[in-house]
């Protein structure tokens, strides 16, 4: 069944986004470890390259991580992942200044950084302050949309045993703590992802996926992070590189269930995808 979507507006350094379109997140990783290997860009020529192609392929956000959440990746520390971003900020505030950028990171003193020297629109935290309690307060007084995502424990030991009682009742219930708490602070433009592939197994996971018209509960823009991750190449048989297809099936059933943001790392895709929900959207509303 498609669901309703309310459209939802985040400000973005002063402009609204309109989610009543879903958008396409490029994904650009700055490190050399992240499990898509094709994802991992670090010379300046395949940066360029890369947000060159997120650009043209369609996407409205590039998404930059310097720090691999992988399962059992290696730890990285916080100057290192400033050096990392420093130097892809710097040649992509150079080169398209006007593109919206979102900061992949758990780390106050990293977010702020990013945002203070290089005017980053938007912080993506996979810990939702879990992993720096700093976090909050620091995105509270920086004014910047900040994307919270569910997951228990850290990168390195998040898959070891994950357990729930009642795992759509508990994720739900992290969000509204999590979502008030930040209300509390003052935090207004709030986007929520559920963690797909973070402390879940393969039934977590599609668990989650069939419930996810319930995190509408919220009214807050939803992202769905699933491009090429182990849900699909372990369920599959296959591997990251294989896991398209796998990408684009739940990418379409996430778009009908209520997402507004898809996380990719095939941008084109995505894009396609999106445009084909719409048509079908616009068909169904002119029946109705």
């Known amino acids: 069944m498609i669901k309703e979507f309310n459209p939802q507006y985040i400000n973005v350094n002063g ?6 379109s879903p958008k396409v997140m490029g994904i650009l990783n700055v490190t ?11 010379t300046s020529k395949e940066i360029i390259e890369r947000v060159k192609q997120i650009i043209d392929e369609g996407a409205s956000i ?10 059992n990746a290696d730890d990285v520390s916080p100057k290192e992942e400033m050096n990392r971003l420093r130097i892809a900020l710097e040649i992509i505030r150079n080169e398209f ?18 945002v203070e020297e290089y005017n980053a629109d938007i912080i993506n935290d996979i810990a939702a302050g879990e992993m720096d309690k700093e976090m909050f307060p620091t995105i509270a007084s920086l004014g910047v949309p900040y994307i919270i995502m569910h997951m228990k424990g850290t990168p390195q030991n998040m898959q ?10 508990e ?12 209300r509390d602070l003052g935090v207004k ?13 393969i039934e977590h996971n599609y668990e989650l996926l069939n419930h996810m018209e319930e995190f509408q509960i919220f009214d807050l823009p939803i992202l769905v992070g699933v491009s090429r991750k182990s849900m699909i190449y372990n369920l599959l048989g296959t591997t990251p590189q294989e896991a398209l297809n796998g990408t684009t099936v739940i990418d379409t059933i996430a778009l009908m269930k209520g997402a507004n943001i898809l996380r990719v790392h095939d941008v084109r895709q995505a894009v396609e ?4 929900f719409e048509k079908m959207q616009e068909c169904r509303n002119k029946t109705i």
Do not use: H, W
């Open 15 to 20: 402009k609204l986004m309109d989610f009543s």
């Open 171 to 182: 994720v739900l219930y992290y969000f509204s703590e999590k979502v008030q708490k930040l």
């Open 160 to 169: 070891d045993t994950p357990k729930y009682d009642n795992l759509l009742k």
């Open 189 to 201: 433009d709030i986007i929520i992802d559920p963690g797909f592939g973070f402390a879940k197994t």
């Open 273 to 276: 995808n999106v445009r084909i």
């Open 32 to 42: 050399p470890d992240s499990f898509f290997a094709q994802s991992r860009k670090q």
């Open 97 to 114: 200044s006007d593109i919206v950028v979102s900061i992949d990171t758990f780390r106050a003193d990293v977010a702020r950084m990013c």
């Open 62 to 71: 590039v998404d930059l991580g310097a720090y691999s959440s992988r399962p």
